[in-house]
């Protein structure tokens, strides 16, 4: 009798998504998988709102920690200064929102520059950086700079003059509107037809969306990582003067990755913003950057799932321990350099590793 391949039959019908580049191909994995979404979406039914809330928070957050995987993990480009991305997006949302709001009655084109005008900007400071053959650690410290610089400029933009339109920079006080009479930053609005979804940053209906997106995007990443253009990233990591001699142009691979990644921190940023109807130059600042290290190297730079559930784990602890002010950041120092010891490759990355060498003894053992 032929015995079907659980490995074979879900390669068939997951193709890309089951993909050697990402951990977690068996049955078992997204048997879990889909027991811990649907365990998330029932969290609302058991949670206060304003733990609804704090997890919507924290599902936001796993769109930066998937674009720094996939800049840092797969392409081997250490940014940090991801959140400025994160805070371009944000800011632009608030300000085109601001702006067009009342005119569109959605916030369609707030959205999407959200998430553009992060992408322009990273392709034009990519083509700098990438073409002049900048590497290492000097790309690592120059978007920690370029990251601060915003965040020291829009500290200065007290001043009533630093107005675009409806829109009042607000310098200590964060994106708000010109006008106190003016509605303030706008939730997500969405028009259908005659018919419009409003996703408020506090309703059930914005965790749903923000996870359904999350989901969504992890399985494109899985996918991406997974194509013929995903070995070629992960080959630019591995040995990039090697891949430069079989003809590919690194510096394109790495541009289109370090847009790619842009895009995936301003679509944080438009989500955090329409989540709180607020964003703060601190968005920008050193903690900001660094915690998004923090979680991807502890959870495993090299997986998008380790990356995704290290992101998530340490918002959660993070936001506890929010009470203790800014101690919180030396206790997530000491998680980092405590796993970083323990395990170098990522808490998740290593159980994975361990569970998988216990599950090949085993099935040796049987046969």
Known sequence: ????????????????????????????????????????????????????ITFSNILISGFLALSLCLLWGYCGVLSLGQAAFFGIGGYTYGIVGLNLMEAHGNTYIAVLSGVLIPTLFAALLGLIMFFARLGGVYIAILMLVVALMFELFLLQTADPSYTIGAAYLGGF???????????????LLFSIGSAQLEFDGRSIEFFYFTLGLLVAVYLGLRWLVNSSFGYIIVA???????????????????????????????????????????????????????????????????????????????????????????????????????????????????????????????NQKNN
């Open 1 to 52: 009798m032929i015995q079907n391949n659980p490995g074979s039959f879900l390669d068939k019908y997951l193709g890309r998504l089951n993909g050697p580049q990402t951990i977690g191909r068996g049955l078992p994995f997204w048997f879990g998988f889909l027991v811990i979404v649907a365990l998330i979406a029932l969290s609302p039914n058991f949670v206060s709102r304003y733990e609804l």
């Open 173 to 187: 006080n964060g994106l708000r509107p010109a006008s106190p009479d003016d509605p303030l930053l706008p939730s």
């Open 236 to 362: 630019v990591r591995e040995d990039s003067h090697r891949t430069e001699t079989y003809g590919y142009d690194i510096r394109l691979v790495q541009l289109t990755v370090f847009c790619i990644a842009a895009g995936l921190a301003g679509l944080s940023g438009v989500l955090y913003t329409s989540w709180g109807t607020f964003i703060h130059p601190n968005q920008f600042g050193l903690k900001a950057n660094i915690l998004v290290v923090i979680w991807v190297a502890v959870g495993g730079r090299k997986d998008l799932s380790a990356a995704l559930i290290g992101a998530l784990v340490l918002e959660w602890i993070g936001l506890r321990l929010a009470a203790i002010g800014d101690f919180s950041l030396l206790i997530m120092g000491g998680i980092l350099i405590a796993a970083m010891l323990l395990t170098p490759e990522g808490v998740v990355t290593t159980l994975s590793s361990q569970y998988q060498r216990v599950a090949s003894l085993w």
